[in-house]
Structure formats: C-alpha cells, structure tokens
C-alpha cells in the first residue's frame, strides 16, 4: 500500500498544546503489531541558509575552518537531497497509549564537533535527560530553551568542557594537526524537564551563535527521524488508525495524515512537505558576497576554509 499524504496545516505551535503530555504511555507485548515504512520529500525550493560573520564572533582560528571562503559560517537547517530527500526531519505516530515499550538505547546524546550540534533534530522524552559531549578544542557554553508562543523558559545553561588533553592557547594554524583532532570531553547530562504541553526545546552555543540543536519530547516510542535517503522505519505498531505527524523546526505549518495499520500488516507513505516560502530567520544568507565588515588581508588568512568550503 502506498500513498501520497493530504497536507493539512494548522499554525506550528497550537499542535504542541493541544498535544497533552500529561497521560502515562503503557509498555506491553505487541504480538500482531505491523510495521509503518516511508519517505519523506522536500518540495519547491530549498530554503536559504543562516550566515554568521566570522570576524565578529569568537574562536576564528578554529571554527573558521568550515566557511564559504569569504569570512562567512553558513548553517543550512534544511538538509535536502537531490531528489527532494528530505533529511533529518522527525516522524511520529499520535493516539497510541499503548504498545511496544521504549527503547533500551538509553539518553540521546549530541555531540559539538567541528563547532556543530549534531544531530540538528533528536528526540527525547520529557523528564528524561539528554547528553552533550564536546570533541571541540575550544570550549561551548550550552544554553537550552523550551519554546512556544508564550515566550521561551530556560531549562540549562552550563558551560561544556572540552578534553583536557586538547592544545591549549592556540594563536595560529601553524600546527594544523591541532585543529583537526576530536576528543571527548566529560560528558554532560542535563534533564529536560518542559512545561505542562510544552513539547520543543532548541540548544545554542552562547560562544558560537551557528551552533543549534532542536529537540522535540514525544509520549511513546513510535517515532524515527529520516537518513539519507529520506526513509523512515516504525516496527511493532499496533493495529489501529494513528495521525502520522512530520516535524521540523523551520517548517511553520503541520504536516499529519491518518494511516491504518492492520494486524501484522504493512504501510507505506510518501509524504510531501512544502518547502516554506518568505524569510525565514533575520541572518539569512543573501544572494551576494557581501560583507557588512572590513576583513584585513591577515584576518582572511586566519578564516579560509580548511576542512571544509561551504556552499551558499
């Protein structure tokens, strides 16, 4: 069986409060559960980037090995294969109390590496923990909001250390062999305890304003992200019809339809979110290489790319 999805959209934030977090989702034995297979697909143009001047934020030496080459850090939220793949979105099943239980791959963990957050999405449960390993030689300082339009709450703001083992003091590339090389720092675990229907937190580096990481706190353990190709696996699914929920941060309306699945049957969706038009965010990335600030011929030397150029 496969299908196209009919797009339903509701404004982002009234989903998360009317989706309460509150019941308690029962673990039991599915003997006929089905299986819930799919792809899901980017359609129209892709949207632009964030752009971050690299000679107005810190640690040039280091994060300022990945740019476009023109002093500029790019941070592209909408990760989208050629064929309109779209990646790294979130996919979860609404309506089932209970089922199969939650896994055993314990507390999701995000790494900061080469002065990302990866992965950009991940899941959590609310009242649970997440871990934030830095394999930088620089330091972060991890600042996590829960989020809604009543306005954002602080939930954590530590600092992230780094491996001691790291060089410190670093002023040039003239070893680059330092710059290239990710050690673990000490784990730090933090609790993610939301608000009463609050379901969406979003973590920043406040040193490096392109680090970000979007969270979203589900109540059962159907749910998958999307890989590479834009697939998506949900096993042992109860017999019953659930609303199929797509999520992605930047994507402002809600993508939902109703699936059916029978007793040890199996369904296949593909699902089509429409790329989102008009401006996105303040620090979009503009057409042109132009740079709102002067960047002395010694300054480029210390931000050309050298492990990766990004595209615009």
């Given at each position: 069986m496969?299908?196209?999805?009919?797009?339903?959209?509701?404004?982002?934030?009234?989903?998360?409060?009317?989706?309460?977090?509150?019941?308690?989702?029962?673990?039991?034995?599915?003997?006929?559960?089905g299986?819930?297979?799919?792809?899901?697909?980017?359609?129209?143009?892709?949207?632009?980037?964030?752009?971050?001047?690299?000679?107005?934020?810190?640690?040039?030496?280091?994060?300022?090995?990945?740019?476009?080459?023109?002093?500029?850090?790019?941070?592209?939220?909408?990760?989208v294969?050629?064929?309109?793949?779209?990646?790294?979105?979130?996919?979860?099943?609404?309506?089932?109390?209970?089922?199969?239980?939650?896994?055993?791959?314990?507390?999701?963990?995000?790494?900061?590496?080469?002065?990302?957050?990866l992965?950009?999405?991940?899941?959590?449960?609310?009242?649970?923990?997440?871990?934030?390993?830095?394999?930088?030689?620089?330091?972060?300082?991890?600042?996590?909001?829960?989020?809604?339009?009543?306005?954002?709450?602080?939930?954590?703001?530590?600092?992230?250390?780094?491996?001691?083992?790291?060089?410190?003091?670093?002023?040039?590339?003239?070893?680059?062999?330092?710059?290239?090389?990710?050690?673990?720092?000490?784990?730090?675990?933090?609790?993610?305890?939301?608000?009463?229907?609050r379901?969406?937190?979003v973590?920043?580096c406040?040193?490096?304003?392109?680090?970000?990481?979007w969270?979203?706190?589900?109540?059962?353990?159907?749910?998958?992200?999307?890989?590479?190709?834009?697939?998506?696996?949900?096993?042992?699914?109860?017999?019953?019809?659930?609303?199929?929920?797509?999520?992605?941060?930047?994507?402002?309306?809600?993508?939902?339809?109703?699936?059916?699945?029978?007793p040890?049957?199996?369904?296949?969706?593909?699902?089509?979110?429409?790329?989102?038009?008009?401006?996105?965010?303040?620090?979009?990335?503009?057409?042109?290489?132009?740079?709102?600030?002067?960047?002395?011929?010694?300054?480029?030397?210390?931000?050309?790319?050298?492990?990766?150029?990004?595209?615009?």
């Amino acid at each position: 069986m496969k299908f196209s999805a009919p797009l339903v959209a509701f404004l982002l934030f009234p989903l998360f409060f009317t989706s309460a977090l509150a019941w308690a989702y029962e673990g039991i034995t599915v003997s006929d559960g089905g299986t819930l297979t799919g792809i899901v697909k980017l359609e129209g143009q892709v949207p632009k980037p964030k752009g971050y001047n690299l000679t107005t934020l810190p640690d040039q030496f280091y994060c300022g090995r990945i740019s476009d080459g023109q002093g500029w850090r790019i941070l592209q939220p909408f990760q989208v294969g050629p064929e309109g793949e779209f990646r790294d979105v979130v996919v979860y099943l609404e309506g089932i109390d209970k089922g199969k239980p939650f896994g055993e791959g314990g507390v999701p963990q995000i790494e900061a590496k080469d002065c990302l957050f990866l992965p950009f999405t991940t899941v959590v449960r609310d009242d649970q923990s997440v871990t934030v390993v830095n394999m930088d030689p620089v330091m972060h300082d991890i600042q996590a909001y829960e989020t809604s339009h009543l306005g954002p709450r602080v939930l954590f703001n530590v600092p992230l250390p780094m491996n001691p083992a790291h060089p410190r003091n670093l002023k040039d590339r003239s070893d680059a062999g330092m710059y290239h090389k990710h050690m673990a720092g000490a784990p730090m675990k933090q609790l993610v305890n939301l608000s009463k229907d609050r379901r969406i937190f979003v973590m920043q580096c406040g040193f490096h304003a392109y680090m970000e990481s979007w969270g979203l706190a589900v109540t059962n353990p159907y749910f998958a992200q999307t890989d590479e190709q834009g697939r998506f696996t949900m096993t042992d699914v109860p017999p019953g019809a659930y609303k199929l929920v797509v999520w992605h941060p930047y994507v402002r309306s809600t993508i939902e339809q109703i699936v059916t699945i029978g007793p040890k049957g199996a369904v296949e969706a593909t699902i089509v979110v429409p790329a989102p038009t008009g401006r996105l965010y303040a620090n979009e990335v503009m057409d042109h290489a132009y740079i709102r600030y002067s960047v002395s011929e010694e300054t480029q030397k210390e931000i050309d790319p050298m492990i990766k150029k990004q595209d615009r």
